[in-house]
């Protein structure tokens, strides 16, 4: 029998070395940075979206099915070989898991491992208390006098894509190009096109998961939950974007697509980044000072809330008993892959915001 899947034992083999190679090369940022993240990814990435970007569905959605079709498939001839088939069972697991460990790191994951966003940008990452208030307060007037310019009361929720869902996402999709031209004047390595946006096949299972979108690493699509209010699909559809482009980190990816919004001539853009920002901001300020928070959140229209109570009523329709599982999935995912916060390490997008602005005023 091993001499018949030779091959296979060899590619298994293979995982624990690629392992130790990651977390070699994990050790040199600089390199990564240079050489991978600003070198190979940017050819593999244009690539990808280049062969899979023109499909009007995900091919990666479809992939994954068919994956987790032939597993199960795997499974039941297990169980109905009474396990006398184990070991080639074991084999072929471990064959497919380096495969798509190895495909996962060449092909997008080392993204994981190069610079922090701060030190390509030349800011710093610590911040006061008080710099976060001068940032809130920023964020208030601007998402307040975007809300006004909306054409809404202060007291209604702006509704996005109300006439047409469907027609409206796929406007998202156009005009989140726009956002990323313009900030390419800032940001150079911002080079999106072509475009490789899709509304995710698997919606239901994403929202059970908690997830508004998701960029498959292997043929480079993004994906927005169309499931999620409306309201978040701008900044949800530049977040993804913003892995495509190399931002592996949840944190800077939230930052970029906060960039990418505020650069967008339309006004649902800015506001949808804008309020997502402020967000962010608040919820951090309220661990610092609570009573600061809430001096701060009496200055924001309730139109805003209704937004945020929009989303947070969503998820928990989405409340189910395996979440605790996802969440503690995706946090170790997070320590495994430079995020040794888990999910908190999110916050650190606040001290990108508050640093950035510092440094160009004029952000918001």
Same mark, same amino acid.
């Given at each position: 029998?091993?001499?018949? /899947?030779?091959?296979?034992?060899?590619?298994?083999?293979?995982?624990?070395?690629?392992?130790?190679?990651?977390?070699?090369?994990?050790?040199?940022?600089?390199?990564?940075?240079? $050489?991978?993240?600003?070198?190979?990814?940017?050819?593999?990435?244009?690539?990808?979206?280049?062969?899979?970007? $023109?499909?009007?569905?995900?091919?990666?959605?479809?992939?994954?099915?068919?994956?987790?079709?032939?597993?199960?498939?795997?499974?039941?001839?297990?169980?109905?070989?009474?396990?006398?088939?184990?070991? @080639?069972?074991?084999?072929?697991?471990?064959? @497919?898991?380096?495969?798509?460990?190895?495909?996962?790191?060449?092909? $997008?994951?080392?993204?994981?491992?190069?610079?922090?966003?701060?030190?390509?940008?030349?800011?710093?990452? &610590?911040?006061?208390?008080?710099?976060?208030? %001068?940032?809130? =307060?920023?964020?208030?007037?601007?998402?307040?006098?975007? /809300?006004?310019?909306?054409?809404?009361?202060?007291?209604?929720?702006?509704?996005?894509?109300?006439?047409?869902?469907?027609?409206?996402?796929?406007?998202?999709?156009?005009?989140?190009?726009?956002?990323?031209?313009?900030?390419?004047?800032?940001?150079?390595?911002?080079?999106?096109?072509?475009?490789?946006?899709?509304?995710?096949?698997?919606?239901?299972?994403?929202?059970?998961?908690?997830?508004?979108?998701?960029?498959?690493?292997?043929?480079? &699509?993004?994906?927005?939950?169309?499931?999620?209010?409306? /309201?978040?699909?701008?900044?949800?559809?530049?977040?993804?974007?913003? /892995?495509?482009?190399?931002?592996?980190?949840?944190?800077? %990816?939230?930052?970029?697509?906060?960039?990418?919004? #505020?650069?967008?001539?339309? @006004?649902?853009?800015?506001?949808?980044?804008?309020?997502?920002?402020?967000?962010?901001?608040?919820?951090?300020?309220?661990?610092?000072?609570?009573?600061?928070? =809430? #001096?701060?959140?009496?200055?924001?229209?309730?139109?805003?809330?209704?937004?945020?109570?929009?989303?947070?009523?969503? $998820?928990?329709?989405?409340?189910?008993?395996?979440?605790?599982?996802?969440?503690?999935?995706?946090?170790?995912? @997070?320590?495994?892959?430079?995020?040794? %916060?888990?999910?908190?390490?999110?916050?650190?997008?606040? %001290?990108?915001?508050?640093?950035?602005?510092?440094?160009?005023?004029?952000?918001?």
């Amino acid at each position: 029998m091993y001499k018949k /899947h030779k091959l296979s034992i060899i590619i298994a083999l293979c995982l624990p070395l690629q392992m130790i190679i990651v977390r070699f090369l994990a050790k040199f940022p600089h390199f990564v940075e240079q $050489w991978y993240s600003n070198g190979m990814y940017p050819i593999i990435s244009k690539g990808f979206r280049y062969v899979f970007g $023109w499909l009007p569905f995900s091919f990666g959605d479809i992939m994954y099915v068919v994956l987790i079709c032939i597993a199960l498939r795997e499974m039941v001839l297990l169980f109905k070989n009474r396990f006398k088939t184990f070991k @080639l069972f074991i084999i072929k697991t471990a064959a @497919l898991a380096s495969i798509v460990y190895g495909t996962f790191y060449i092909l $997008w994951g080392m993204n994981y491992y190069r610079l922090p966003l701060h030190e390509s940008l030349g800011i710093e990452k &610590e911040y006061t208390t008080e710099e976060l208030v %001068a940032l809130a =307060e920023k964020l208030i007037i601007r998402s307040n006098a975007l /809300h006004t310019q909306l054409g809404v009361n202060d007291t209604v929720q702006v509704i996005f894509g109300a006439n047409d869902r469907a027609t409206y996402r796929d406007q998202v999709f156009e005009q989140t190009l726009d956002g990323y031209t313009s900030l390419k004047s800032k940001f150079p390595t911002l080079n999106y096109p072509p475009s490789s946006i899709k509304n995710s096949l698997l919606r239901y299972p994403l929202s059970i998961m908690g997830y508004s979108g998701y960029l498959n690493p292997i043929t480079n &699509e993004a994906h927005i939950n169309g499931m999620v209010p409306a /309201h978040r699909w701008p900044v949800v559809s530049c977040h993804e974007q913003a /892995h495509q482009l190399g931002f592996a980190k949840e944190n800077e %990816a939230n930052f970029i697509a906060v960039m990418a919004t #505020q650069d967008n001539k339309d @006004l649902y853009f800015k506001y949808s980044g804008s309020i997502f920002a402020l967000r962010y901001c608040i919820n951090d300020l309220y661990r610092r000072d609570k009573v600061l928070g =809430e #001096q701060l959140t009496e200055k924001m229209h309730s139109g805003i809330f209704k937004s945020y109570k929009a989303s947070s009523d969503f $998820w928990d329709k989405m409340d189910n008993p395996l979440e605790p599982v996802f969440d503690l999935f995706y946090g170790n995912y @997070l320590k495994a892959n430079n995020q040794p %916060a888990g999910l908190k390490s999110y916050s650190y997008m606040v %001290a990108l915001l508050v640093n950035y602005d510092k440094k160009y005023p004029d952000t918001f």
